[in-house]
């Protein structure tokens, strides 16, 4: 990936593989026609077990990680990983392989939108290393290069409540008593879960590790902590790594964002970008954060996402290659832009997402003979 | 010291009402049943706050959709789009476009505030500030913020007039966008532009709450809003900048962290709102969470509400 001039990758997710449905006549119709499209070796077998209903839920989703490596290694991409197939998402899977987390109930994101929303209650221990098993099985299926996508610390204390770090503070300034619990929380989710889970990967030959931070410019003051905690995780590991912050304000992270000691970042940008082609600022409006990162000088690679993952529109080959060349003019290195999704592609059919990862990766081409 | 208790903002939605929810969006439920259900679980939002011996009481705005959008209801010259983040939380909110005037087609929805649920001298409403309204929607068709500002202004007052035509004890406006960041003298001036609106066609007393953002961001221009408490959220503002001014208002201090399930020890709790009340130099202070429950799991609310029925029962024994 170093190498390569606009190098494709992929962010995480994808919608369920099209073959999970208890429809067993629709499920091995899907089974067939994906399997052939993506050239997923023993995809009859696969088609025939469904027919006889002989597939556990193990096996099938040992199925969905395998569609799921191919879609994107079909696609062309040279980062990949299965659209975290195993995972039922990205806040309740991780932390039920957690010590002292208590599941306090639903809490709406948006309309009739809820999550589980979790207390830390004791000091956080982590039971086991809870992406491994996972990787180790995607490793033994693809020859390509493999990014595991993991949680980062600062979402998971962000989405949750504290009712352990905060009673070490007390009530006189509840602002400060909350500051100072919130920091506490963050680094210690970063040293005694997510970076073991991380050195678990890297001790099994990963190659390049993901941390997701959605959160991470939530709240504009507590960027340092982000930052400390990310530092915290990755610190030594001789490995290609990427934090992927998406649909935010990009200036509250700034400056401290800077000092984040990581391979790459991956933000969002097509989603407020035009769909007109060129290479004019008015047609680039959803780029125009990239000039905040070359003028601040920032030391790691960028992947704008180039692709719009809360649309079914399929941008075009040309539309990626604009959207690259116009990042890699702000930037003034193209060296220093990977091309990339929004975000993951769960919102998606695979249909749209299959389509659009075909764009990303002729766009990045094009983008990439325009150069040379 | 006179110490009252109660909400600033809306309850959330028990497991059973979730379900109920997705049930009407799967049309498994109808309209009509949902909206009995909905009253069925209001009373017990009433009772719960009731129980607790809260000053005022809200009907928990279980059937808002987000804090913005039943104002916009009734209106043209706004659409609703995409979702945008509710200030520094977990939460989103439907963004209203105004691409032409807003003129009323129809009457504010009743609907909106069960008001017979609860006795008329305790019946609290909640709305949105107009500045705050404003700062909340893209503007596409206002050639000056302030126009906009005043014109939601009074759709405010006549969703107010409408929704309280049968008397409440309190009116609040929610105001997070003036604690958000730092106020400019201008931006002040249109804010409480719109609050003058509002109060002066609505009956008293009206809360202005802030919550989410340090309320020294609206310092000291805030103090002269024509209300008659303002409200702070005291996980995001510090004490220390609360006494640096001299209020002159009643003021409503959110100890009570509202996004948080931790429990705050109760003489805790009311020692710290004690003390700051005599050095803001006030005779009587409002206490409660720091913003509402809706970012809080049911069972996590219902145990808030009982920690200030405790610390009003404790300030009561003093």
Redesign the interface.
Known sequence: MKDKLFPTMEVGSLKKSPFLTKDLERAAAAAEVWGKLLNVPDFKQLVNDIKGNLLGERELLNWASIYGLKFFESAGLDVIYDGEAKRHEMYEHPLKYVDGFSFRGLVRVWDNEYYLKAAIVSKPRLREPYHLDEYLFNKQHTTKPLKIPVTGPYTLADWSMDEYYITRYGMSDPLEARRMAKHDMVIELAREVIRPTVRALVEHGAEHIQLDEPAAATKPSEVAVVVEAVNEVLKGFNVETTVHICYTNYSALFPEILEMKVSNLSISCSNADTTKPGLGSESRAGFQVVKLFSDYKAGFRLAPGVVDVHTDFIESPDLVRDRLIYAAKLMSDPAKIVACNDCGLRTRSWEVAYEKQLSLVRGANLARSSLS | MRILGYLVGGF??S?EL?KH??DH?KGRLGDKELEELIVEHAKEVVKIQQQAGLAYITDGMLNW??PIRPIFEGLEGAEING?A?WF???????KPIITASLKRVADPDKRYFQAELIQRDRRKLILPDPYTLAKLSDNRHYRRGEDLVAVLAEQIAETASTLASDGVAQIQLTAPSLAASKLSREEAEVAAMGVDIVASRCPRPILLHMPYG?ADNAFPAILDFPVDVLGFD???????KLKEYTVGKKVYLG?L?G???????VD??L??CI?LADEMEVSEVHVGP?CDL???????AVEKVKILGEILRRAAEL
Do not use: C, G, H
């Open positions: 959330s939605r497991t979730i929810f997705r969006s959709p987000d979702l983040r520094d939380n977990n939460f989103f909110y439907k340090p005291l996980t995001a503002t510090s004490p220390r100890f962290d996004r948080n399930s931790y429990m705050e020890p805790e709790v020692d710290s003390s720091s809706e970012l809080l799991p049911y069972p996590v």
